[in-house]
């Protein structure tokens, strides 16, 4: 009785000592797609990028063409010490 109760355990296990077992599936990966995404974000960074650097060229280009700021503040100085303020007492 114990040898049927073996040979119907391995039939309804589906395993067999005369059979040879195989090794389990792998998973196949998938396909490798390009990752239009991550370029379409990456093309929109760099084009932000060479937007700003345009903005700080331009801005770069308008400090050029201002005067130096010593040179501001002596002009201010001169003024005031010419002209003295008509609220001071002297």
Do not use: H
Not at 39 to 66: C, N, P, T, Y
């Amino acid at each position: 009785m114990a040898e049927s109760y073996r040979v119907v355990a391995t039939a309804k296990s589906g395993c067999s000592s005369s059979v040879p077992s195989l090794p389990p599936p792998c998973p196949k990966s998938p396909p490798e797609y390009p990752d239009l995404y991550g370029k379409r974000r990456e093309m929109a960074k760099v084009q932000m990028l060479e937007r700003e650097i345009g903005f700080l060229e331009e801005e770069l280009k308008s400090v050029d063409s201002l005067q130096p700021a010593s040179r501001c503040c002596k002009e201010v100085t001169e003024f005031v010490v010419a002209n003295p303020d008509p609220l001071m007492p002297t």
